[in-house]
């Protein structure tokens, strides 16, 4: 279905950013560009129509990864864009508010490089 060249990584946390980006090169993934927040991301999206996939954290000042993909859906230009969720809790009721909003697929941080990839698989 997808093809996944260009990444768009999102998260407020520099580090978590890094650690994220890290994984995404250990599974091949290379071509990798990073927002700190939800507004952040819709600016570089418009910036770089060449991204094939969001990757973002849940909760995060300005906007949070929850708007930012309500925002994205509600777009006539980004609502098909392949969109994982990142959140730090395993909770059901957030991954199932996520998959409502239109996310593809959620990781739960920390993600190893085999969970990554196994959802990169899926949106294939
Ligand atoms: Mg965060």
């Known amino acids: 279905m997808a093809i996944i060249n260009k990444i768009l990584a999102v998260d407020d946390s520099s580090t978590m950013l890094r650690i994220v980006v890290n994984t995404l090169n250990k599974a091949g993934y290379n071509n990798v560009i990073t927002a ?40 006539d230009k980004l609502k098909g864009m392949p969109f994982i969720m990142v959140t730090s809790r395993n909770v059901k009721e957030d991954i199932l508010e996520a998959v409502k909003a239109g996310a593809n697929d959620y990781l739960v941080k920390p993600f190893t490089v085999e969970s990554l990839k196994e959802k990169m698989d899926r949106l294939k």
């Open 36 to 75: 700190e927040n939800g507004q952040d991301a819709l600016k570089k999206l418009m910036e770089n129509p060449d991204v094939t996939l969001v990757l973002s954290d849940w909760n995060m000042p300005e906007m949070k990864g929850l708007d930012l993909l309500r925002a994205i859906r509600s777009d």
